[in-house]
């Protein structure tokens, strides 16, 4: 029997061995990682900024010179008729107007793909950064709506001893009863919640979903910053979404540029040809005669049609124009507008923390109440009502200070968003 024992023992720990071998620690960090790897929205952008670059790298190709050969051979069927053969090879060069400004839209055109590149790479870092505090916010739920349950079912153990005793009556132990059987289903709720957005971010992160996970982290962790007011003062100018505006204002001028160039400019061509031919009556091939030309072109062609104001050149410059004097409009708004991002942003945080610190005295207060108001219940003073609205008023509390804690988090997040800095640069892990 003992045997028996000793080997279910044995194979009992195995098994929790081998399963804690299976389970994946996941930290932040390596949640990141794996989403910058994995994301195909960041693959595809990579693509198109390596088209980009390639673009960038031979915008100077429209003056590439074009070569050409040319042979024609013709043999009569008549047996006096004339044979004849002839050969052209032509080297052409063509220089527009609009060059400088092709070089200039190809560099341009680099620099917003490489921000577009750094946006989705940005965008795909916070939404797992805020997938992952979540996960950790739901852990927490977790826990706290279990210490519920525990003392729900503690108040309903000594219920029932004191029913058993004949020292209770009916309706209150069926009350608290209930009062304990009610909150089972949130804790599976908060589990069943937990384990769908941990599947969700298995997705993202290219994780298989029968892969056990263990999230790392602890929100208390990363809540341990101090904002520096200079933040408010920072030159919106170097931050993403004022750049976009600015690259934006750098479109519109090239392509007003490379319009009034190709409108009015004038377009210069060379070619250099050379060549021969010859030709005899059939029969007599050998003694045929031979010409060889040599010829050189430069053209100069000049638009007219665009010095017309009702042209559709000039009216294409003109609607550029328009877009130009849009464009710094919205260059000021957004200015303007990421401005009072940063300042609100700042101020919610503020606010935050300090609700958090009024939060966790609130906690404290109602802890100890908790603990009082049952040991007046224990002791007859006080019914089960009481002591029930004191759990309730506990659970609240810790709710209030998880809701504090992901709030403080995200505002965070989006504060480091839109100054453009590395992503957990404010919070300490």
């Known amino acids: 029997m003992k045997k028996i024992i000793v080997t279910l023992l044995m194979a009992a ?28 929205s960041i693959k595809q952008s990579k693509m198109d900024l390596d088209m980009l670059a390639l673009k960038d790298k031979y915008s100077w190709n429209s003056v590439s010179p074009s070569l050409s050969a040319n042979v024609n051979f013709t043999e009569p069927l008549a047996k006096f008729d004339q044979w004849s053969l002839t050969a052209t090879g032509t080297l052409s060069l063509s220089i527009t107007p609009s060059l400088a400004t092709s070089i200039a839209s190809a560099k341009l055109a680099y620099e917003n793909g490489l921000l577009s590149y750094e946006a989705t790479v940005r965008s795909v870092e916070k939404n797992v950064r805020s997938a992952f505090y979540s996960l950790l916010n739901d852990l927490e739920t977790i826990n706290s709506d279990k210490k519920t349950l525990d003392a729900a079912k503690r108040t309903y153990d000594s219920n029932l001893i004191k029913y058993n005793r004949g020292q209770l009556d009916q309706l209150t132990l ?20 937990y384990q769908t957005s941990l599947d969700s971010l298995k997705q993202v992160l290219g994780i298989d979903l029968s892969q056990q996970i263990e999230i790392n982290g602890n929100l208390d962790d990363i809540l341990h910053f101090e904002l520096d007011p200079e933040i408010l003062n920072k030159n919106v100018d170097e931050l993403p979404d004022v750049k976009k505006a600015l690259q934006t204002i750098k479109n519109y001028e090239i392509s007003i540029k490379g319009s009034k160039l190709s409108a009015y400019g004038p377009t210069v061509s060379l070619s250099y040809s050379q060549g021969f031919s010859s030709s005899a009556l059939t029969g007599n091939r050998e003694n045929g005669l031979s010409n060889e030309n040599h010829n050189i072109t430069l053209g100069v062609r000049i638009p007219l049609d665009s010095y017309l104001p009702w042209s559709n050149s000039a009216i294409s410059i003109e609607q550029a124009e328009s877009g130009l004097e849009a464009a710094k409009l919205t260059l000021e708004n957004t200015r303007t507008s990421v401005k009072m991002k940063i300042r609100n942003t700042y101020n919610s945080i503020l606010e935050a923390q300090t609700q958090l610190k009024l939060c966790e005295e ?34 609240s509390a810790r709710r209030n200070i998880q809701r504090q804690k992901y709030i403080i988090i995200n505002s965070v997040l989006n504060l480091e968003d839109v100054l453009g800095v590395p992503f957990g640069s404010f919070m300490k892990e």
């Open 362 to 395: 609130n906690l404290e207060l109602m802890q100890k109440t908790y603990d009082l108001t049952l040991l007046a219940y224990n002791s007859g003073s006080k019914d089960l009502s009481v002591l029930q609205t004191a759990e309730d008023n506990l659970a």
């Open 13 to 40: 720990t195995s098994f929790v061995l081998l399963s804690a071998q299976n389970i994946r620690t996941l930290s932040i960090d390596e949640a990141v990682s794996l989403s910058l790897d994995n994301n195909i």
């Open 174 to 193: 069926l009350t608290s009863q209930y009062n304990y059987e009610s909150k089972i289903p949130t804790v599976a709720a908060d589990e069943t919640a």
